[in-house]
């Protein structure tokens, strides 16, 4: 059973770069079956896409509303993936989750648990 | 890029069926596989229905997806319902590679 666990700082300053890293186990990062996904919920509100990375394709792609400020890449020696964001502002305040996604069948079938990040000075 | 409305908030009583939709505003809902997500307060989401009406293992039966091609929504229905399915419920389509979520619905079993 595959496991995801998002770590980083959770207090960024505005105009920094938010970084964050989903370390997974019991899988394979590295295989092209999955996709995978940073997800990101203010508080009180919904769900919104960030992007993801598949490692075998070397493919990324990020939601058009954030492009021209996230990262995602790969990094299989340590099974992790991880996020950038860079000139955040209080509106990036959010818990954010990495999350699989086959290439097979739809949909994110395994979650992390999320991390709160606030962006305050 | 289109958007996915969900109710705000939907009730019921336990033991009863509720359904909740999710209306895509443009483009045909049969394009693009529908996914459903519970998620319960603190907690991370998990999915409950995945490619229109797939359950994944674990899923129970009582929980069922439908598409309608004539409003253009997709539905989640949940029946027998139990004070443990109160939840947020979101569906989550594809535009392109693009991945979108619908806002949300609050389901009250009370």
């Known amino acids: 059973q595959v496991q995801l666990q998002e770590s980083g700082p959770g207090l960024v300053k505005p105009s920094q770069t938010l970084s964050l890293t989903c370390t997974v186990s019991?899988?394979?990062?590295?295989?092209?079956?999955?996709?995978w996904n940073w997800i990101r919920q203010p508080p009180g509100k919904g769900l919104e896409w960030i992007g993801y990375i598949n490692y075998y394709s070397d493919n990324t792609y990020y939601n058009p509303s954030l492009r021209s400020r996230v990262t995602v890449s790969v990094d299989t020696s340590k099974k992790q993936f991880s996020l950038k964001l860079t000139s955040v502002t209080a509106a990036d305040t959010a818990v954010y989750y990495c999350?699989?996604?086959?290439?097979?069948?739809?949909?994110?079938?395994?979650w992390g648990q999320g991390t709160l990040v606030t962006v305050s000075s | 890029n289109f958007m996915l409305t969900q109710p705000h908030s939907v009730s019921e009583s336990p033991g009863k069926t509720v359904t909740i939709s999710c209306t895509r505003s443009s483009g045909s809902i049969d394009s693009n596989y529908v996914q459903w997500y519970r998620q319960r307060p603190g907690s991370s989401p998990t999915i409950v229905i995945y490619e229109d009406y797939q359950r994944p293992s674990g899923v129970p039966d009582r929980f069922s997806g439908s598409i309608d091609s004539s409003s253009n929504s997709a539905s989640l229905t949940i029946s027998g319902l139990k004070t443990e399915d109160e939840a947020d419920y979101y569906c989550q389509s594809y535009d392109d590679a693009d991945r979108v979520f619908g806002g949300g619905t609050k389901l009250t079993v009370l």
């Open positions: 019991g899988g394979s990062i590295s295989s092209g079956d999955y996709y």
């Open positions: 999350a699989r996604e086959s290439t097979v069948t739809t949909g994110f079938d395994s």
